[in-house]
């Protein structure tokens, strides 16, 4: 079992620049891909970006454009999501999850089978 716990949010200004962290509970994080996944009022949650299991990346390019960036550190059983120049359409709860790296999909959240609850980002205009 793996618990995920993200923190980082907040309110920003448009432009600004926010870090989030997921840390996991276990002894097997290394062995898992993760993902980060929005949900917008109103709209449905959607992919964000994904590191495997080896640290390749993927994006959601349509999203990100390049201000996004995700990390892990192994050692410290943490994800990390960078988020610069933030637009206010970024406002959404942000979602930490964790996959099996057998299990093939990283933008689909049926992939996932372990889930943070979420931290609220509010970019203002």
């Known amino acids: 079992q793996v618990q995920l716990v993200e923190s980082g949010g907040g309110l920003v200004q448009a432009g600004g620049s926010l870090r989030l962290s997921c840390a996991a509970s276990g002894r097997t994080f290394s062995r898992y891909d993760m993902g980060w996944f929005r949900q917008a009022p109103g709209k449905e949650r959607e992919f964000v970006a994904a590191?495997?299991?080896?640290?390749?990346?993927?994006y959601n390019v349509d999203v990100v454009k390049g201000r996004f960036t995700i990390s892990r550190d192994n050692a410290a059983n943490t994800v990390y999501l960078q988020m610069d120049t933030l637009k206010p359409e970024d406002t959404a709860v942000y979602y930490c999850?964790?996959?099996?790296?057998?299990?093939?999909?990283?933008?689909?959240?049926?992939?996932?089978?372990?889930w943070g609850r979420g931290t609220q980002v509010t970019v203002s205009s």
């Open positions: 999850a964790g996959k099996v790296k057998t299990i093939s999909g990283h933008k689909s959240q049926s992939a996932y089978t372990y």
């Open positions: 590191i495997r299991a080896d640290g390749g990346t993927i």
